[in-house]
């Protein structure tokens, strides 16, 4: 009779947060996610509702700024300080801004991040490169030793006698490949010299039409001058 109220009920308030809308991928169409889920670098460490403040209270933020002028002056201080070896390096030095819960879900998520629904945030698939897992040796067999298994006989159990590893034979199929290969080696001096001569006849056919043109363009040019300067010659008379 008294027990609490089922989730979901009343609206789902119960299941609201303003943390998940951050991912959401239609986070706009929410009233207030500006400042109630604001999503980007340029918002963090603002001051979101600076419209809404009080102007009488600028006395009490000059001297807020003034302080915060006097603090970030002491760090560089200090940081200098402890730069020329005049004071121990103190190890609680704020290291930028962290990351909040929604943020680093989505770093450590692997697949599709929040950046591929539009949040902003980065893509963190693991993927597992070259060198990631050590490759079987051809004396352990790798469905029965465990991983711990395989690095205590790496270290304690080596093969004390290599010669007897089989070697791969070169089988009937080996063998014909190889004189096709040699054939194909034998073939090519012959095939190269083929297109030699066949170029050297292009050229000397393409030479040979050049010439050909020049002389007919030669012999028009010295029949139409004969034809001018008769036609001269004739007119003068």
């Known amino acids: 009779m008294y027990h609490p109220t089922r989730g979901g ?40 509702h600076w419209y809404a403040r009080d102007k009488k209270q600028k006395g009490s933020e000059m001297d ?40 680093f879900t989505e770093l450590v998520k692997r697949g599709s991040t929040a950046e591929d629904l539009g949040a902003g945030n980065a893509d963190a698939v693991w993927v597992h490169g070259l060198g990631y897992a050590k490759a079987p040796r051809p004396w352990e067999d790798p469905s029965t030793l465990a991983s711990s298994q395989k690095e ?19 089988g009937p199929d080996d063998v ?7 054939r194909r080696e034998e073939r090519k001096p012959a095939k190269r010299e083929k297109e030699e001569r066949h170029d050297r006849r292009e050229k000397r056919e393409r030479h040979e039409k050049r010439s050909a043109r020049d ?23």
Do not use: C
Not at 153 to 163: F, G, H, I
Not at 216 to 236: F, G, L, Q, T
């Open 152 to 170: 205590d006989a790496d270290s304690a159990r080596l093969p004390a006698d290599t010669s007897g590893v089989k070697t791969v034979e070169d």
């Open 64 to 103: 807020a700024m003034k302080e915060e002028i006097q603090r970030v002056k002491e760090q560089e201080e200090q940081a200098m300080r402890e730069a020329l070896g005049l004071a121990p390096k103190s190890s609680t030095r704020p290291q930028g801004n962290r990351l909040d819960k929604q943020e």
């Open 176 to 182: 014909e490949r190889d004189q096709k290969k040699d």
């Open 215 to 237: 002389s007919d363009d030669r012999k028009k040019h010295k029949k139409e001058k004969k034809e001018k300067k008769r036609r001269h010659d004739s007119d003068s008379d």
């Open 9 to 48: 009920v009343r609206g789902g308030r119960d299941q609201f947060s303003w943390d998940e809308v951050k991912a959401d991928k239609y986070r706009e169409n929410y009233l207030g996610h500006s400042i109630k889920a604001p999503v980007g670098r340029w918002q963090k460490g603002k001051d979101l």
